[in-house]
């Protein structure tokens, strides 16, 4: 529409319409500060899973029915896990020299022995995605605390726990 025909249609809408230019104007105003850039695309980052012979230890928040932890030391790793022997060869151990380059996140959850499955670290613009899936059989008297452990590389930014596909704990990373 010509600029001379947009300037007679609002003097023809009258005083009765004035809320079209004010309306306009904002929806103009209002996509012109978005960036018409993609969002960066998530970066997938290597990472290494524990299980076996690590059991989450008696006096390690014992009323807590789940845990998300970012462990960057040994010490932190001993104050949560210990090591119980297991049936079958030899399983890789995490020792102090891990914490040099890498860090580990942890899901514990408490209950019937539920089962984890790690699907994915990634780094997106606003931290780590630790995606995983967790499935949990029906309540039983019998109670585990049952860990995933991930070891990923040395980073500070925050970490979501993304389980089965939604977001449960953002964990900020001390150093």
Do not use: H
């Not at 960057?72 to 790793?77: A, D, I, L």
């Amino acid at each position: 529409m010509p600029a001379v025909e947009c300037a007679a249609w609002f003097e023809a809408a009258g005083p009765e319409r004035g809320w079209v230019l004010p309306v306009l104007a904002a929806a103009v105003l209002g996509f012109a500060g978005k960036s018409s850039a993609p969002a960066a695309a998530p970066e997938a980052i290597a990472f290494a899973t524990y299980g076996k012979p690590y059991f989450v230890r008696n006096d390690f928040q014992p009323g807590v029915p789940r845990s998300y932890l970012v462990i960057r030391s040994w010490n932190g790793f001993q104050a949560v896990f210990g090591v119980g022997a297991t049936m079958g060869g030899p399983k890789a151990t995490i020792g102090p020299e891990l914490f040099r380059s890498k860090m580990l996140l942890v899901a514990i959850e408490r209950g019937p022995l539920c089962t984890f499955v790690a699907a994915k670290v990634d780094r997106l613009a606003r931290g780590i995605a630790f995606e995983y899936g967790l499935r949990c059989p029906a309540p039983s008297s019998a109670s585990f605390a049952v860990p995933l452990i991930v070891a990923i590389e040395r980073s500070d930014a925050p970490v979501s726990f993304v389980e089965n596909g939604r977001t449960i704990e953002v964990v900020r990373v001390t150093r």
